[in-house]
């Protein structure tokens, strides 16, 4: 069984930062690009980044450009996502996500349960 | 990149079908066979529906179905049923810029 948890959120103040991990299982990593897409309190989904499964292509929404790492293990079957820089609008559950590569759309088909990050003062 | 189009809302009684679309462009939607679509209950996560425009994985309910034509998508669900009620989210490949995958706004569903 695939599973994916994710873990790191919290409550941090603008300009402060966070790491995110996820934790996954029941499937082979290394094979898989993975992603984040984040969900706004009350609003829809939002793809954050992805990355390839050597950690050598990795792909960003332009507002976290220059803010957000993406980065993985494959020895610990671990995704991770550094945010620096944060803001306000950053405020969101945060999930890991598994996904298809680019001949297959990079489709997500498994998702962790999330975690809350909160950028408030 | 603006989201895909999603009606915000829709409704049907227990054993009707409803029909959700996803407006999207050439660029996204309409120029490739990888739209997906995600159901997600109240604090939980989403769950995938259907990949590849019409492709259900396995364990999902042959009572959805998806499809396209030109820049739209669009999902059916037969036979309502009241744990239907949920939000549904389309998804796309889009060759624009980044980012390379965008949704839809989200349409919630409502069993009368």
């Known amino acids: 069984e695939v599973q994916l948890v994710e873990s790191g959120g919290g409550l941090v103040q603008p300009g402060g930062s966070l790491r995110l991990s996820c934790a996954a299982s029941?499937?082979?990593?290394?094979?898989?690009?993975m992603s984040w897409v984040r969900q706004a309190p009350g609003k829809g989904l939002e793809w954050v980044a992805n990355i390839k499964q050597d950690g050598s292509e990795k792909y960003y929404v332009d507002s976290v450009k220059g803010r957000f790492t993406i980065s993985r293990d494959n020895a610990k079957n671990s995704l991770y996502l550094q945010m620096n820089s944060l803001r306000a609008e950053d405020t969101a559950v945060y999930y890991c996500?598994?996904?298809?590569?680019?001949?297959?759309?990079?489709?997500?088909?498994?998702w962790g349960q999330g975690t809350l990050v909160t950028v408030s003062s | 990149q603006s989201a895909l189009t999603q009606p915000a809302s829709v409704s049907g009684s227990p054993g009707q079908s409803i029909t959700i679309s996803c407006t999207g462009t050439s660029s996204d939607v309409g120029g490739y066979n990888y739209v997906s679509w995600y159901q997600q209950h109240p604090g939980k996560a989403p769950k995938l529906l259907i990949y590849?425009?019409?492709n259900r994985p396995s364990g999902v309910s042959n009572r959805f179905s998806g499809s396209t034509s030109g820049n739209t998508a669009s999902l059916t669900i037969s036979g309502l049923q009241a744990e239907d009620e949920a939000d549904y989210y389309c998804s796309s490949y889009t060759s624009s810029s980044t980012p390379i995958v965008i949704f839809g706004g989200g349409t919630k569903l409502t069993v009368l």
């Open positions: 996500a598994r996904s298809t590569d680019f001949w297959s759309g990079y489709q997500i088909d498994y």
């Open positions: 029941g499937f082979t990593f290394s094979s898989y690009w």
């Open positions: 590849d425009v019409s």
